[in-house]
């Protein structure tokens, strides 16, 4: 299929061909059509698959295709809600990136940790999009400097991350302050009870949209997991990983933003480039490293969960898990920032005996087995795979009658 089945505007074929794009990705083939329907979406995606393409190109043609309502005073047409402050600036950017030859389509991007001057000057020019986190959004609601009377389109954009921080309340807050005849759009990588919950009070009859299981799987990124014993196991092990040529830039991810710090150090001493990322950088700072990533100016970032999310930089060849995530569903995210856009990537996993039941869960939520793998000279000393059931012994096993012994 191509892109000009499902958009209609030049202008917007233009952009999406300077972004060397040839073929809708299934979640766009899917949900364009059904978002210039009118009609409301639950849809389930990962990033990496060209959601944001998919939500963020049928809203541009239709905000074109439909005149507003009301004064441009009178606030954005469209609000995407984003989790985080990178997937806000990611998000921002692509939605620019898309309406670049739209001169009347101007996006404002809010977040947390950013000054307020800057985000106040802004919101109080005419603008027709607005990307947002809910946490600072609430605040510019309250001071007054936010209106949605003429508001068409809501997005929320990785739902279960919005509810696994919290924002249930803010997020209904500000659907409740938007009209009621809107089009509401729902993405999320899961579907537990909340994100369930939250969509029954947000949708209209929603379509639900699912990408099949592979695409949402990470077929095109090699997982490789290896046991390890101890904190001294893991440097060993890393540095065994860092050798490898093939490891063109590379995020590893902690568990905490002191053992990010603690390992920068270590890796700058050795002589590798590395930089930390993690949520008590201010925002700059953060903005800063990212484009160090993005220009290949460093091979490595040493981050934390909060702070990788939304990352969308294509020459990440490996996801290094230094520290596992405490679920399933973090691990799914951490290892989609490698194989961005249809590449190849690997993610290794360093797993410690504790880890064992969680390398279940994640191959249970997978579908996707993650058999040991053992490095010659770095062999583990202890089993980090999950105990075997032991089977009660029979009752009615009796002993052998007579002693084997050995041949007379
Ligand atoms: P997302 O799932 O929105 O995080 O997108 C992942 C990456 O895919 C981004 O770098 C997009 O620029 C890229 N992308 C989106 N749509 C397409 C497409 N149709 N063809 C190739 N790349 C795309």
Known sequence: MAFKELISNPKIIQAIEESGYTTPTPIQEKAIPIILEGRDVLGSAQTGTGKTAAFVLPTLERLINSPAKGKKSDGPRVLILVPTRELAMQVAKETAKYSKHLSQMKTVCIYGGAPYPIQNRELSRPYEILVATPGRLMD??????????????LILDEADRMLDMGFIGPVEDIAAAT???RQTLMFSATFNKNVL??????????????IAAEQTTHENIAQKVYP???????YQMLDHFLEDAAVTQTIIFTATKRQADTLVEVLLEKGHSADA??????????TRTIEKLRRSQIRILVATDVAARGIDVQSITHVINFDLPNNAEDYVHRIGRTGRAGRMGTALSMASPKDRYLIKDIEKFTGQILAP?????????ARTSAPRKRFAPRRDFKKPFFKRSGRR
């Open 197 to 210: 919950g939250l969509a029954k009070n947000l949708l209209k009859n929603p379509v639900e949209i699912a």
């Open 277 to 286: 990322l993690h949520g008590d950088m201010n925002q700059r700072q953060r």
């Open 228 to 234: 390890v014993d101890d904190l001294s196991h893991k």
């Open 179 to 181: 009209p009621s005849d």
């Open 373 to 381: 793998n053992v490095i010659p000279g770095l062999e583990p000393k």
């Open 140 to 153: 510019h609601m309250e001071r007054g400097r936010i209106h949605f009377s003429r508001l068409e389109l």
